[in-house]
């Protein structure tokens, strides 16, 4: 049981490029999550997803686009990459189905846009 | 929306001693209260939560309460350890929905 994994781990990227950043859970959850952490800023939800087929918008999403693949992954996607999204991005997920809130992060994705 | 601020951003203590971190929230309608502990490199990860139907609510050295008339909540650890020593994130949600706001985070130093 992995939990959330997350992948790349590292990257580095040239202003205008894309990427795509993977997440999986394996805890059956219905609900992921997209973050980016920033010093002193704490977490900013980007984008997040309740259930297989949704996708809703967080506080930050301009610049990504995300994609719920099955209930298991969400990517997270940046189709031209800008020196303003050089961050941490952590995925989460949890059950909110059931009586407990309980979200589970990834180790995180370190992203450098130069 | 909501707005969630946390204070101190540093907090130093002595091993033994006690650290209280405190959050403040700004819509009424939150009721789910997680605080997360980050160690360096690694994912938040939750150390204990409250809903807004409990005053406090405790797990071994580690406590929250909530006053929910003045919108606030703190996290009190007692005894710490220099393994205490990491981020903590305060969080604010309404149960059964998917938003979920931070507060900025404190960075405990526990010296040993």
């Known amino acids: 049981n992995a939990g959330v994994t997350q992948t790349p781990k590292f990257q580095v990227l040239k202003t205008g490029q894309s990427m795509t950043l993977q997440c999986a859970q394996d805890?059956?959850?219905?609900?992921m999550y997209w973050y980016r952490q920033d010093p002193g800023m704490g977490l900013r939800l980007i984008y997040y997803?309740?259930?297989?087929?949704?996708?809703d918008k967080g506080e930050v999403p301009n610049g990504y686009n995300v994609s719920r693949l099955n209930k298991r992954e969400f990517s997270l996607r940046l189709e031209s990459a800008a020196p303003s999204q050089t961050s941490v991005y952590f995925c989460?997920?949890?059950?909110?189905?059931?009586?407990?809130?309980?979200?589970?992060f990834g180790p995180g994705t370190r992203l450098t846009v130069l | 929306g909501e707005n969630v601020e946390q204070h101190p951003s540093t907090l130093s203590v002595q091993e033994g001693d006690s650290a209280v971190i405190k959050c403040t929230y700004s819509?009424?309608?939150?009721?789910?209260f997680p605080w997360y502990k980050q160690e360096l490199g690694k994912g938040p990860q939750l150390i204990i939560d409250?809903?807004?139907?409990?005053g406090e609510k405790k797990d071994q050295r580690i406590a929250v309460t909530l006053n929910k008339t003045a919108k606030h909540f703190s996290l009190h650890i007692t005894e710490t350890q220099p393994e205490d020593s990491a981020v903590y994130f305060c969080?604010?949600?309404?149960?059964?929905?998917?938003?979920?706001?931070f507060g900025s985070g404190t960075k405990l130093n526990v010296k040993p």
């Open positions: 989460a997920s949890s059950d909110r189905t059931r009586s407990t809130d309980t979200q589970y």
């Open positions: 805890m059956n959850h219905n609900s």
């Open positions: 997803s309740a259930s297989e087929g949704t996708t």
């Open positions: 819509d009424s309608a939150s009721n789910y």
């Open positions: 409250i809903r807004s139907n409990v």
């Open positions: 969080a604010a949600s309404r149960s059964n929905f998917n938003k979920f706001y």
